[in-house]
């Protein structure tokens, strides 16, 4: 079999099992198995496989008709600049988190030293990002899950960051070490209801913990509210990611506890996605 109907049969499969992006899925897949680039596999389709890459390409084809992230498959996801470590144990990196990089590097210059909580770091794409961009900042990262935490920590090996954030494995309700400049987040915030209507790569492959907050979805959010008026530093900026239909519970949740409102960004749907706020007292 050659290339091209090895991607034809791919093609087949996926798409008689609902994968939307079953063709560049099909070729993603198919790079994997010859450890290629797909721009490898697409400019040379009459080339030969050999049998035995034909067999690990259609078991990758069995893992992705079930419905696991090809993040997941590949043990990888870029985020911001950086490629990412991931499995199973954290969730996959999205697109709309970036925003909330995008914001922090608004409000600190380059050589900045600043001093940054990352709440629910999953893998760790976002603080490592920052502190990317802003060398002489420092961070801590905490998350409730212990696995996510050690793939936190190779990913900042990875990035040769392990001596600039610290990864502690402890829940947000019991944290209360050091003053920060700014805290930020991107929290589990899907409710009971959305939870259940969640696509089935999503609720069958990513940790339920790093998506679902409760009835309303806001529980995790309102302790990174609390917790966050005891760990900002006077005018420290509180930066996170909400759920769709959240924006007014989550602006009078910051207000209430004495939070200046700076400004709520859009994603790229045009839903509002994410808040800058300071902490005023
Ligand atoms: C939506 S994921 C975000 C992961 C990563 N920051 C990202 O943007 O890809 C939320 C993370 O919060 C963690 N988490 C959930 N409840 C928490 C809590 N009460 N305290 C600390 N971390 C929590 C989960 O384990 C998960 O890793």
Not at 86 to 94: F, G, K, S, T, Y
Not at 100 to 119: C, P, Q, R
Not at 256 to 265: D, L, Q, S
Request: some cysteine.
């Amino acid at each position: 079999m050659n290339y091209l109907s090895s991607l034809n049969y791919g093609n087949k499969i996926l798409k008689s099992n609902n994968i939307r992006s079953y063709k560049l899925d099909s070729e993603l897949l198919l790079a994997k198995a010859l450890n290629k680039s797909r721009e490898d596999i697409l400019t040379n389709l009459n080339f030969t496989l050999e049998q035995k890459e034909f067999y690990m390409f259609k078991r990758l084809l069995i893992r992705r008709k079930k419905k696991e992230p090809i993040a997941y498959i590949f043990n990888q996801k870029e985020f911001w600049k950086y490629k990412f470590l991931v499995n199973e144990d954290v969730l996959i990196p999205r697109p709309e988190t970036e925003i909330i990089v995008e914001e922090v590097l608004k409000l600190t210059s380059y050589n900045s030293s600043k001093l940054f909580l990352d709440i629910g770091t999953g893998s760790g794409c976002l603080i490592l990002s920052i502190v990317k961009e802003r060398p002489n900042s420092q961070g801590a990262a905490i998350d409730i899950s212990k696995k996510a935490i050690k793939i936190a920590i190779n990913n900042a090996k990875m990035h040769h960051l392990e001596n600039k954030v610290k990864f502690i494995n402890i829940d947000i309700d019991k944290f209360n070490n050091n003053k920060y400049d700014f805290i930020v987040s991107n929290p589990p915030y899907i409710n009971e209801i959305s939870f259940k209507r969640l696509e089935a790569n999503v609720k069958l492959f990513e940790p339920t913990i790093a998506l679902k907050a409760g009835l309303d979805g806001l529980r995790v959010i309102e302790n990174i509210i609390k917790q966050s008026k005891k760990l900002l530093k006077k005018n420290g900026k509180l930066i996170f990611e909400f759920g769709e239909n959240q924006e007014n519970k989550v602006k009078n949740l910051l207000m209430e506890n004495k939070f200046y409102i700076n400004k709520v960004c859009k994603d790229i749907r045009s839903f509002p996605r994410v808040i800058v706020s300071t902490k005023l007292i």
